[in-house]
Nanobody, 126 residues
Framework: QVQLVESGGGLVQAGGSLRLSCAAS????????MAWFRQAPGKEREFVAA???????????YYADSMEGRFTISRDSAGNTVYLQINSLKPEDTAAYYC????????????????WGQGTQVTVSS
């Protein structure tokens, strides 16, 4: 069974940085996409970034325009962990951040993803 477990969230002052981690297990597809979404109270789940590769070390990244260059998605060399680096945190970044996975190409639509982690909370104080 595919399992995704997020970690790295916490309470941070505005202007600080966090690196979120998504540890994956049981995902053996040679071609798939990973993504980060976030959801604030009362709002829809929002696409943040995605990563796609077909085995090997080469991968491609995609970002929502609204992230303004402050977010970086990456993976470790073994492909077991996907990261989301967030710099210059703003209060509006406060949300639960979710890791997701799907076979096939990347998507900005949450419903297209097959597997989800439990989420990790990021809270930015002002």
């Amino acid at each position: 069974q595919v399992q995704l477990v997020e970690s790295g969230g916490g309470l941070v002052q505005a202007g600080g940085s966090l690196r979120l981690s998504c540890a994956a297990s049981g995902y053996t597809f040679s071609s798939y996409a990973m993504a980060w979404f976030r959801q604030a109270p009362g709002k829809e789940r929002e696409f943040v970034a995605a990563l796609r590769w077909s085995g090997g070390a080469i991968y491609f990244t995609y970002y929502a325009d609204s992230m303004e260059g402050r977010f970086t998605i990456s993976r470790d060399s073994a492909g077991n962990t996907v990261y989301l680096q967030i710099n210059s945190l703003k209060p509006e970044d406060t949300a639960a951040y979710y890791c997701a996975a799907r076979t096939g190409i990347q998507s900005v639509v949450a419903a297209d993803y097959d597997y989800w982690g439990q989420g990790t909370q990021v809270t930015v104080s002002s």
